[in-house]
């Protein structure tokens, strides 16, 4: 199949096939052309009286089935990680990174329980012990498994194992996917032009005029998707020297609860700030919150948006970096109105 497919690559095909990730509406439209089918034909109505989703995702484990303890463990691993990183606001992504060797992807996975805790390798393992301030793995048990018995990890449960929330995000994610594979896609992009994102708006006020003045509402947009699941666009589009594009992307993201009224979604284009945030990943984006030292911050310009980490220097001063390329930025000397902070992300 993958042969036949060369536009996808085998890695991301195989996991399309395992269920483990959602494939994009032109995906869909090469498997179905692959395959002699309908691309609507391989989308599940998991709504369906008759549909087990149960016996749908059995056969997908194959031989590679985890202890129930271990996935059991694997959740209350990610419950507790969680519960860390909500109690200490120094523990950005970019600080689990730097200072604990937790790339974005992994810190990803692991708050996801997508892996058994003894399948991660002793990096990892260790990040994790250091973080949860246990000696050996015997004794991060303990501790994971006391703070469940107390009660302290009950908030963030429900984030990590939800099956009606998984099934919620599956069910807005399959609708949106029959929307473009009808071909609404392009009309929302059209009806976002002309209603744009206050990101939009802003280039209007700064440019040339040439975009309109009024904001989209996502909840209008979305009503029954809103009530379960918070989408909000998403824009960029790579531009030379690592600066991103306010490019309408023509599709939607998750994005947390905590996340303000104008959040966005902007897809980062190139690792820019290392291997460690890859450039596929989808950043959710705040502009009425300002950047702090240890996190990500996003510089509004006039020739495009650009990623950066922050960091404060020996006197104070908030200064971004960018590895590719490598530079430094005073974001003191900027106009707070051009800043934002990344207060999450997704990567595909």
Same mark, same amino acid.
């Given at each position: 199949?993958?042969?036949?497919?060369?536009?996808?690559?085998?890695?991301?095909?195989?996991?399309?096939?395992?269920?483990?990730?959602?494939?994009?509406?032109?995906?869909?439209?090469?498997?179905?052309?692959?395959?002699?089918?309908?691309?609507?034909?391989?989308?599940?109505?998991?709504?369906?009286?008759?549909?087990?989703?149960?016996?749908?995702?059995?056969? %997908?484990?194959?031989?590679?089935? *985890?202890?129930?303890? $271990? @996935?059991?463990? !694997?959740?209350?691993?990610? =419950?507790? +990680? &969680?519960?860390?990183?909500?109690?200490?606001?120094?523990?950005?992504?970019?600080?689990?990174?730097?200072?604990?060797?937790?790339?974005?992807?992994?810190?990803?996975?692991?708050?996801?329980?997508?892996?058994?805790?003894?399948?991660?390798?002793?990096?990892?393992?260790?990040? %994790?012990?250091?973080?949860?301030? *246990?000696?050996?793995? $015997? @004794?991060?048990? !303990?501790?994971?498994?006391? =703070?469940? +018995? &107390?009660?302290?990890?009950?908030?963030?449960?429900?984030?990590?194992?939800?099956?009606?929330?998984?099934?919620?995000?599956?069910?807005?994610?399959?609708?949106?996917?029959?929307?473009?594979?009808?071909?609404?896609?392009?009309?929302?992009?059209?009806?976002?032009?002309?209603?744009?994102?206050?990101?939009?708006?802003?280039?209007?006020?700064?440019?040339?005029?040439?975009?309109?003045?009024?904001?989209?509402?996502?909840?209008?947009?979305?009503?029954?998707?809103?009530?379960?699941?918070?989408?909000?666009?998403?824009?960029?589009?790579?531009?030379?020297?690592?600066?991103?594009?306010?490019?309408?992307?023509?599709?939607?993201?998750?994005?947390?609860?905590?996340?303000?009224?104008?959040?966005?979604?902007?897809?980062?284009?190139?690792?820019?700030?290392?291997?460690?945030?890859?450039?596929?990943?989808?950043?959710?984006?705040?502009?009425?919150?300002?950047?702090?030292?240890?996190?990500?911050?996003?510089?509004?310009?006039?020739?495009?948006?650009?990623?950066?980490?922050?960091?404060?220097?020996?006197?104070?001063?908030?200064?971004?970096?960018?590895?590719?390329?490598?530079?430094?930025?005073?974001?003191?000397?900027?106009?707070?109105?051009?800043?934002?902070?990344?207060?999450?992300?997704?990567?595909?």
């Amino acid at each position: 199949m993958s042969d036949k497919l060369p536009t996808i690559t085998y890695i991301r095909l195989s996991k399309i096939e395992r269920g483990e990730i959602f494939a994009r509406a032109e995906e869909l439209r090469d498997i179905a052309k692959a395959l002699g089918i309908d691309a609507a034909e391989l989308l599940i109505d998991i709504d369906d009286p008759e549909f087990d989703i149960a016996a749908w995702a059995d056969p %997908l484990h194959g031989n590679d089935r *985890a202890d129930p303890e $271990a @996935e059991r463990f !694997a959740v209350m691993l990610a =419950a507790a +990680l &969680r519960n860390r990183r909500a109690s200490d606001d120094a523990l950005t992504i970019a600080v689990l990174e730097q200072d604990y060797g937790i790339a974005p992807v992994i810190l990803s996975r692991i708050e996801n329980a997508l892996k058994p805790y003894d399948r991660w390798n002793e990096e990892v393992r260790a990040a %994790l012990r250091r973080l949860l301030d *246990a000696r050996d793995d $015997a @004794e991060l048990t !303990a501790i994971v498994n006391e =703070a469940h +018995l &107390r009660g302290d990890l009950d908030a963030v449960l429900p984030l990590v194992a939800n099956p009606q929330l998984r099934i919620a995000k599956s069910r807005t994610r399959i609708a949106a996917l029959h929307d473009e594979l009808r071909g609404v896609s392009p009309q929302t992009r059209a009806s976002a032009r002309a209603t744009p994102h206050p990101l939009l708006e802003r280039v209007a006020s700064k440019d040339t005029g040439r975009l309109p003045t009024r904001t989209i509402d996502i909840a209008e947009a979305h009503p029954a998707q809103s009530a379960a699941v918070r989408l909000v666009p998403v824009f960029g589009s790579p531009l030379p020297d690592g600066l991103i594009a306010r490019t309408p992307g023509g599709t939607h993201v998750e994005a947390p609860s905590s996340a303000g009224p104008r959040a966005y979604g902007l897809r980062l284009g190139r690792p820019t700030l290392g291997a460690g945030l890859p450039g596929r990943s989808i950043l959710i984006v705040d502009p009425d919150r300002f950047p702090s030292a240890g996190g990500l911050a996003v510089v509004s310009a006039a020739e495009g948006l650009r990623v950066l980490s922050v960091a404060l220097d020996r006197h104070g001063h908030m200064l971004g970096y960018s590895e590719n390329p490598d530079i430094e930025v005073a974001l003191d000397q900027i106009d707070p109105a051009d800043l934002a902070t990344v207060v999450a992300a997704v990567f595909e």
